[in-house]
């Protein structure tokens, strides 16, 4: 358990560069989803599956998020 508290911590602490590397793989997922929703030959069909896509990967991160915190977010008193 203080292992995984540890490894959060640096994944999201400002002066650690695993925070970088965490920042990093959310912007290259963006991309790579922006990058197969716009890859098609109707230009609103291709508007539409990308607010789609990334209205889904959005949800995805906020309530992956809000699970985490609630399951490792408090502490014993």
């Given amino acids: 358990m203080e292992l995984l508290q ?3 911590h640096q994944a999201f602490a400002i002066d650690s560069i695993w ?3 965490t920042r990093g793989l959310i912007w290259l997922a963006i991309a790579l989803i922006i990058i197969v ?3 098609k030959p109707d230009p609103n069909e ?3 599956d990308l607010k789609s896509n990334l209205g889904f990967f959005f949800m995805f991160i906020m309530l992956t998020g809000g699970l985490i915190y609630l399951l490792f977010g408090f ?3």
């Fill in 6 to 8: 540890e490894l959060l």
């Fill in 19 to 21: 925070s970088v590397v």
């Fill in 37 to 39: 929703s716009m890859d």
């Fill in 46 to 48: 291709s508007i539409k």
């Fill in 75 to 77: 502490t014993a008193v």
